[in-house]
């Protein structure tokens, strides 16, 4: 029988250097198909056999220092690689945030300007139910005054009495007598005294026959001679008003003076307003007394 080739013997070595190479010291064992024409024999070892399947037991080699330097670095780089590979794997992953379109309606609602709504103080010593619970609210309207701060006149009016006025630099007309507030002087005003018919009777009433408000051109004497003119007569006709005559209208508006009719308390509060803010050379005014019923 003709000993294995060294062809064959070349392929069996590198194999058993690989399987040494995973698992040291083992055997293997190589179970080939016998050939009608050849049988294999060995004294050390390969053992023939001559009925069935042929066995091949080949002992791996030893493995020098060198292949083992080259093992162990081989397994280190491979379980490092192994590792890192698991360790990716295995890390956990943040869930996705899914980003949500906001809602109109809720856009609507945080935009929406708040109801304005009173703020109680609670107040141990009351009952809840008390009327006289203290309500927190906003200030009055006469705090958000602009002119609050502001001197007024010195002719400003006060009070409207039945029969005269109390002006704010302590004068107080009374008598029935009306006042005639110019350039900050006030001046005793008896309009329903001016002006005399042929018989001699003075005028009894300022109301004519269309009920209309009428007066003689000398009542306006005063404004006839001040320089310069004001812009703006306030007319205050006593507890009620009544329409000028065209007459009347076409005096004042001969002086260069637009004017205003109200009632006497109207016009007085009219007048205070206006004469702070603009001055008293800008407003004039010229009141009846409330209570005037005629001569």
Not at 113 to 119: M, N, Q
């Amino acid at each position: 029988m003709r000993p294995p080739s060294s062809r064959l013997l070349r392929v069996l070595r590198p194999s058993a250097r690989t399987q040494q190479m995973q698992i040291p010291q083992c055997v293997m064992t190589i179970t080939t198909s016998p050939s009608p024409s050849r049988s294999l024999s060995s004294s050390s070892s390969l053992q023939p056999q001559t009925h069935g399947p042929l066995s091949l037991r080949v002992s791996a080699p030893d493995i020098t220092s060198q292949h083992h330097s080259v093992l162990r670095n081989f397994y280190t780089t491979s379980s490092s690689l192994n590792n890192n590979h698991s360790n990716n794997n295995t890390k956990p992953q943040s869930p996705r945030s899914n980003p949500q379109r906001p809602n109109p309606s809720d856009t609507r609602t945080r935009t929406r300007t708040p109801t304005p709504t009173l703020s109680r103080t609670p107040n141990e010593d009351k009952p809840p139910g008390s009327i006289s619970e203290d309500i927190t609210c906003d200030p009055p309207l006469f705090t958000r005054n602009v002119l609050m701060d502001v001197a007024g006149p010195s002719t400003a009016i006060d009070a409207c009495l039945p029969d005269g006025f109390h002006l704010n630099n302590g004068v107080k007309i009374t008598g029935g007598d009306g006042c005639l507030l110019v350039d900050g002087e006030v001046f005793a005003w008896r309009p329903w005294e001016a002006g005399k018919s042929e018989s001699g009777r003075q005028m009894a009433a300022m109301i004519n026959e269309k009920g209309q408000w009428e007066v003689d051109a000398e009542v306006w004497g005063v404004l006839r001679l001040i320089r310069p003119k004001p812009d703006l007569l306030i007319l205050g006709l006593g507890a009620s008003v009544h329409p000028l005559s065209p007459e009347t209208r076409r005096q004042i508006n001969l002086l260069g003076i637009r004017v205003e009719v109200q009632d006497t308390r109207n016009a007085a509060a009219q007048f205070n307003l206006l004469a702070t803010e603009r001055g008293v050379r800008e407003v004039t005014a010229a009141l009846i007394p409330v209570g005037w019923k005629g001569p």
